[in-house]
């Protein structure tokens, strides 16, 4: 398996412009996760989905985030309007749903909005 | 609820010297405990992973881990430190039951000087 998949890996956007950060998690693995990493707040759980369906929520920052599984092998993440305070590193994730296995990450997508 | 804590976040050691990163936890239920690496402009992948069998957990890279019930500990501990352990390692707690939602520390950077 190639691993989870994300895209791009690299994105800089103008403030207000829609983003959309891509991931295709390892065929098998019922759970994704997407994390925001930023030096101030560390590594950030924004949203969890089990077999497609979100989970938990809680930690997207504001309705302008939102995410969607619309099947198993792929989810996104967007973010409508953008703001500077956005700009991070956004880590997709994917595990078998039980508690003694990993998380395996991708290579994240660098966001830059300026 | 569960959290992890990670004290220090920058470790500095000089090659072949002893590595120590340190990692408590807080858990309503004895968890199941991961090590990760970061390596730059890379995503997390693991280290090892303590799942409740034996207590002294090794790993990739010559890495091992000892779970310590009384303590709440999961330190991280190389015998001999090599410059390409330079990276951001970061603890993690899952529950053993639940959304098995991991939790991670806020990460310990580890310097290596020549």
Not at chain 1, 22 to 51: A, D, V
Not at chain 2, 77 to 88: G, I, L, V
Request: neutral net charge; proline residues 7%.
């Amino acid at each position: 398996d190639a691993g989870v998949i994300q895209s791009p890996r690299h994105e800089v956007t103008e403030m207000g412009q829609e983003v959309t950060l891509r991931c295709k998690p390892i065929s098998g693995h019922n759970s994704l996760f997407w994390y925001r990493q930023t030096m101030m707040r560390g590594l950030e759980l924004l949203i969890y989905f089990n077999n497609n369906v979100p989970i938990d929520d809680s930690g997207m920052p504001e309705d302008r985030f939102s995410a969607k599984m619309p099947n198993a092998s792929f989810s996104t993440l967007k973010i409508q309007p953008s703001e500077p305070r956005d700009s991070a590193v956004y880590f997709c994730a994917s595990k078998q749903t039980s508690g003694n296995t990993e998380a395996f990450f991708g290579q994240g997508t660098r966001l830059t909005v300026v | 609820a569960q959290s992890v804590t990670q004290l220090g976040s920058h470790v500095s050691v000089s090659e072949g010297a002893l590595v120590l990163l340190r990692c408590n936890y807080s858990s309503s239920v004895p968890p199941y405990l991961f090590w990760y690496v970061q390596y730059p402009n890379q995503g997390l992948q693991l280290l090892l992973k303590y799942t409740s069998a034996a207590t002294l957990v090794k790993g990739i890279n010559g890495f091992e881990a000892e779970f310590k019930k009384s303590e709440t500990s999961f330190h991280l501990t190389k015998p001999s430190a090599h410059m390409s352990d330079a990276a951001e390692y970061f603890c993690a707690v899952s529950p053993p039951w639940g959304s098995y939602i991991p939790t991670f520390g806020r990460g310990t950077s580890l310097i290596v000087h020549p």
